[in-house]
């Protein structure tokens, strides 16, 4: 989306990642992103300069803009010379940049994200998101209808106005953003991305190296033939703010 749309006013102090201290946690390698230009909301640095959600009620500007279609409605994500691996309960957390219309949790301004992660940036598995809304073929802003998208939950950790403990970055309540984990990965291949049983069950076993984030808008939908629908205010795809991987290994 454009995140300047429905925005509250926003103090900017966060947009310099050289003023604090990055999590460890946080992706921090951007292996693939078209439509960076490095300037405003398409410079790709801020999809790995740690968090800085704009709370329950209103839109973040350091984030980094995908299209909601095409080859730049992806971005592709790493952790250098490590890996995330499989632990207890929640593995990542995908910080993106939704937030609830006029404080209404059933009415939320998204652009749903789906999450895909790799060993070796060719073969992806994910986690079977799908949209459950009565009109598949009609956008809802119920986060409900969205299951296992990112991009549904507002992000409320800020790596300067709102620190968190490491423990609290995986307590959704507390730090916002959309948790997956790694025992929930599917095996399925119904978006063609080279996913199979074995595949899948490695990745469990042994973490993933690659993330890949694409605007949901850009991916057709199985249930209707057609891309996954778009709120008519959003003038662009999803908009990523950081990656935290709870549990990590040297590779």
Same mark, same amino acid.
């Given at each position: 989306? /454009?995140?300047?749309?429905?925005?509250?006013?926003?103090?900017?102090?966060?947009?310099?990642? *050289?003023? @604090?201290?990055i999590p460890e946690d946080s992706a921090d390698n951007v292996i @693939?992103?078209?439509?960076?230009?490095? $300037?405003?909301?398409? /410079?790709?640095?801020?999809?790995? %300069?740690?968090?800085?959600?704009?709370?329950?009620?209103?839109? @973040?500007? /350091?984030?980094?803009?995908?299209? @909601?279609?095409g080859s730049g409605a992806t971005i592709v994500l790493e952790w250098k010379n490590k890996k995330v691996t499989n632990g207890s309960g929640i593995d990542f957390v995908v910080f993106e940049n939704p937030f609830k219309i006029n404080g209404n949790s059933t009415a939320v301004f998204m652009d749903p994200l789906i999450v895909e992660v790799s060993r070796d940036n060719v073969n992806y598995c994910g986690f079977l998101p799908d949209y459950t809304a009565s009109n598949e073929s009609v956008y809802s802003n119920d986060p409900t209808k969205w299951v296992n998208f990112?991009?549904?939950?507002?992000?409320?950790? &800020? $790596? $300067?106005? %709102?620190?968190?403990?490491?423990?609290?970055l995986y307590t959704l309540a507390k730090a916002g953003g959309d948790g997956f984990?790694? /025992? &929930?990965? *599917? *095996?399925? &291949?119904?978006f063609g991305i080279g996913c199979s049983v074995s595949i899948a069950s490695d990745i469990k076993s042994n973490g993933?190296?690659?993330i890949r984030l694409t605007s949901a808008t850009e991916r057709t939908n199985s249930d209707t033939g057609f891309k996954f629908p778009k709120d008519s205010a959003s003038a662009d795809g999803s908009d990523i703010d950081g990656v935290f991987a709870r549990y990590r290994s040297i590779r």
């Open positions: 989306s /454009d995140p300047s749309v429905f925005l509250l006013p926003l103090l900017q102090s966060g947009t310099n990642a *050289s003023t @604090s201290a @693939s992103a078209p439509n960076h230009t490095g $300037e405003g909301f398409y /410079d790709k640095t801020k999809a790995i %300069n740690s968090v800085r959600g704009g709370g329950c009620c209103s839109g @973040s500007t /350091d984030v980094f803009s995908l299209a @909601s279609t990112a991009g549904i939950t507002p992000v409320l950790y &800020n $790596e $300067e106005t %709102n620190k968190l403990t490491v423990s609290e984990d790694l /025992d &929930n990965l *599917s *095996s399925s &291949n119904s993933f190296i690659y």
